[in-house]
Each structure stands twice: as C-alpha cells, then as structure tokens.
C-alpha cells in the first residue's frame, strides 16, 4: 500500500532569503533592516554550506525566517553554482527560498567608493570602475535569475531601509518584544535602549533617611515619589507618547523596542517609573518584560549628589 506523502502546512515552512548584488549597493543596510524585522541574518556567509544549516526534510523547522547576505567576496562564489544549489533547495516543500538582488548604477558605485575611500574587492589596484565593471559582468546570471531586483541608485541609506521594511515587514514574525527598564545615570547610559526618559527632575527620596535604603518596589518609595506635583503630568504624557509609538513600531515590523528610564542611581525614582509604566502598558494590552539594572547597586551619597 502507497502512502501520500504528509501535507506541510505553509505556515510552518522555513523562509530562507538570500540577499546579494554590487559591493557598495546596499546590502549590509538591508541585512540590518532585516534583522530589525525579527529575520535572523548571517553576512558573507559561504553559500555551498547553506544546506548544513537548515534542518533537512521532516526535522523540525528552524523557527525565524533566515535571511543569508553574500557577494562576489564570499569565499568559493560561483554565481552558476548558487543558481543550481537554489534551484535544488527549492523543490523542497519544508523550504521557501527568495532571491534579493541590490543593483546601482556604476556612476553611482564609483562615486561611493571614492567617497568613502573604500577598496573594491574586484579592482585589485586597478580603477574602481574597472572592479565594478568586473564583477557587474560576473553576478549578471543571478542579477537575471533574481526573484527580485531592487536598484539603489537613487536610495539614501533612509530611504533603502524604508524599502526593505515595506517589501519584507508583512512577513516578518509579528510578535514585538517590549522592554521597560531602569538605570542609573552615574553608572552608565543603557546602549541598546531605543527611548531614555530622564527621571532626574522628581524629587530624590535617596535624601529622606528612612527611604535611603529601600527601592522604587517598597510602597513607601512610590508615595513619595507621587507626592511631587510633577510626576502624574509626566508620567502621562509618557504613557500617552508610548501607546501612539509602539502600535506603529509593531506595525513597521520592529522586533523589539527597549524603553529605558534613568535616574541619579537606578535605585528609587526610575524603578518606580518603570514599574508603573509597564502596568500601564500591560492595561493597554501590551506584555512588556521589566529590568532593573541597577536595583542591587549600593546607595551612595557620592554618586547620588548633593540634595536639592
């Protein structure tokens, strides 16, 4: 008796997209947007060795979509080859592969290298145009094979990523990771936060003895701080700013959006704040993850300044 072989559900399938085209055409910003997008990309990635990373036929799928950069310096490039490898990887039904290809006129590309004074990988000491003309005749079969083409010539790096996001935002993973945190200033600004909101200017209850010791989670803390006039008309104008943004961030495809609220020394007013945001957010139907950097940090007079 024969059997069918098992129906893969579309949903399910490993979305692969390589990205390629003319060094200096885009293709390390449309990596990046990508992977702001929630794909998970790999640049200058050896292209022969791509099937080694996917899962094989009836494996379990590999989750987020793969979005793989290379170009004509990939070590063992050979545009017939990628053709056929594609091509073979294609009949799977567990795969769905899509070839990106970023174009831009060689007036253009000339003009950004000799801006940026960067060496083309094809010139070899030779004329930056000559580099170009080199390796525009070598990626010629996959700029034709391409399932899309996407010229550059006329972008800013703004206006590429805007591209990138409208071409590829819909089939990104719609889950978008919402970060509340709190820091303190005198030990570092957080580098990865996408908005800081500097807390500074509610009163500091690291100068009233009895709240010295305790934090932004002891109720006694969060009564003070609500006892400045200040706090309510700021934090909602705050709430109000987030809950336009993040629908629109999540719209755009954005995987991830870090909100960050400072204080002196991350112990007092920014981990209120940041508690009662997330509330906040979390009512206006958001799940947002909540950090405190400096929670544990010991409190200072030094650190925390002279009272007001």
Same mark, same amino acid.
């Given at each position: ?12 399938? /490993? ?5 390629t ?11 990046r947007?990508?992977?702001d ?16 990373l996917?899962? /094989? ?6 989750? +987020? ?19 056929e /490898?594609?091509r ?11 070839? &990106? ?7 253009e ?5 000799n801006e940026?004074?960067?060496? +083309?990988p ?8 000559? =580099? ?6 070598l &990626?010629?079969p &996959? ?54 909101? %500097? ?5 500091n209850p ?7 010791? /305790?934090?932004?989670? %002891? ?8 006892q ?10 705050i ?6 943004l ?19 020394? =991350? ?5 209120? @704040? ?5 509330q ?8 947002? @993850?909540v950090?405190?950097?400096?929670l544990?940090s ?5 650190i925390e =300044?002279?009272?007001?």
């Amino acid at each position: 008796m024969s059997h069918s072989p098992p129906l893969v559900d579309e949903d399910s399938r /490993q979305r692969i997209l390589l990205v390629t085209g003319l060094s200096g055409a885009g293709k390390t910003t449309a990596l990046r947007v990508l992977e702001d997008l929630g794909w998970e990309a790999i640049d200058n990635f050896p292209i022969r060795l791509l099937e080694r990373l996917i899962p /094989q036929d009836g494996q379990q799928g590999h989750g +987020h979509p793969l979005a793989i950069g290379f170009d004509s310096r990939t070590r063992g490039f050979n545009p017939p080859d990628v053709i056929e /490898q594609v091509r073979q990887m294609s009949k799977r039904d567990d795969l769905v592969v899509t070839t &990106l290809f970023l174009d831009c006129t060689s007036d253009e590309l000339e003009r950004r290298y000799n801006e940026t004074r960067r060496r +083309h990988p094809m010139a070899h000491g030779r004329p930056v145009r000559v =580099g170009i003309q080199a390796e525009r005749e070598l &990626l010629d079969p &996959l700029r034709r094979w391409a399932d899309a083409v996407v010229d550059t010539t006329d972008f800013a790096t703004n206006q590429l990523q805007q591209n990138i996001r409208e071409r590829f935002a819909e089939t990104a993973p719609q889950d978008m990771s919402v970060i509340v945190s709190s820091f303190g200033f005198a030990r570092g600004t957080p580098p990865l936060a996408d908005l800081v909101f %500097d807390m500074r200017f509610l009163d500091n209850p690291h100068w009233v003895a009895e709240l010295r010791e /305790q934090t932004g989670l %002891d109720d006694a803390v969060g009564q003070h701080i609500r006892q400045d006039a200040a706090f309510e008309t700021a934090f909602e104008q705050i709430r109000a700013l987030l809950t336009t943004l993040l629908p629109r961030y999540q719209a755009q495809g954005k995987s991830y959006v870090n909100i960050a609220f400072g204080c002196t020394g =991350g112990r007092h007013r920014s981990v209120f @704040t940041a508690e009662t945001m997330a509330q906040a957010l979390r009512d206006a139907g958001f799940s947002p @993850t909540v950090l405190h950097r400096n929670l544990g940090s010991r409190a200072a007079d030094q650190i925390e =300044g002279p009272p007001s």
